[in-house]
């Protein structure tokens, strides 16, 4: 099983709105990342979890709040959103972070967000 | 810093025909791995190739193979028997390997592809 799912696979919000996205993987991978993708635009790197904790923040503005509650599980909470995060929120798995290879990610199919 | 350039914002290709998309990159590491990416339209992203810098060998995949060339800085996706699925947008990407943000994958700005019947 190569699969990693997201819910929900919409969202439309207001500005004032909180509302959270989810990530689940059962590859037994340890490393988890959030990115977030423009139309015809590359994705763009914001969250990698190794183990559960924090490894990289690539300076994603305090309204997008990571957390990995266990290995299988990454979401992201969203508070006071900006019409400009309007994008698809891509997550992403790989078996483990490591100095001495590299892992393929795995990506999600992504939740189109909408801030009104 | 690491950066990756795909030249060809879009490109179409005739079913069973052969298209190659074209990326380079510039680094000074010596360690690092390449990697093409394809996301078909409202589906999600899939690894089609991956290439690590020290082996010699192209990679290959099936329809699918690469012409690296390391000197060059080059590291093109040959498409094979070309088909209706192959339609996607297609990323390269880089990523260093060894030391801080080892996981953190470059990617180019994509090549569109469409396959015509």
């Known amino acids: 099983d190569t699969e990693v799912t997201q819910t929900p696979k919409h969202l439309v919000m207001g500005m004032t709105n909180k509302k959270s996205l989810k990530c689940e993987q059962h590859?037994?991978?340890?490393?988890m990342y959030w990115y977030k993708q423009k139309a015809k635009k590359p994705p763009e790197l914001m969250f990698v979890?190794?183990?559960?904790?924090?490894?990289i923040n690539e300076s994603v503005p305090s309204r997008f709040s990571p957390e990995c509650p266990n290995s299988s599980l990454l979401n992201l909470h969203l508070h006071a959103l900006q019409p400009e995060d309007s994008a698809l929120y891509l997550c992403a798995s790989s078996q483990d972070l490591s100095r001495d290879y590299s892992y393929e990610q795995y990506f999600g199919p992504g939740t189109r967000l909408t801030v009104t | 810093a690491q950066t990756v350039t795909q030249s060809q914002p879009e490109m179409s290709v005739q079913e069973a025909e052969t298209v190659t998309l074209s990326c380079t990159y510039d680094t000074s590491e010596n360690n690092y791995y390449l990697f093409w990416y394809k996301q078909p339209p409202s589906r999600q992203m899939i690894l089609v190739i991956r290439q690590e810098a020290y082996k010699q060998q192209n990679a290959t995949e099936n329809r699918f193979s690469v012409n690296f060339q390391k000197a060059a800085k080059s590291f093109s996706l040959k498409i094979s028997d070309s088909q209706l699925g192959d339609t996607a947008m297609y990323f390269c990407?880089?990523?260093?390997?060894?030391?801080?943000?080892?996981?953190?994958?470059?990617f180019g700005t994509g090549t569109r592809l469409q396959v015509f019947p």
């Open positions: 990407a880089f990523m260093k390997q060894g030391g801080l943000n080892t996981d953190k994958l470059i």
């Open positions: 590859m037994g991978h340890r490393a």
């Open positions: 979890y190794s183990y559960e904790k924090l490894s």
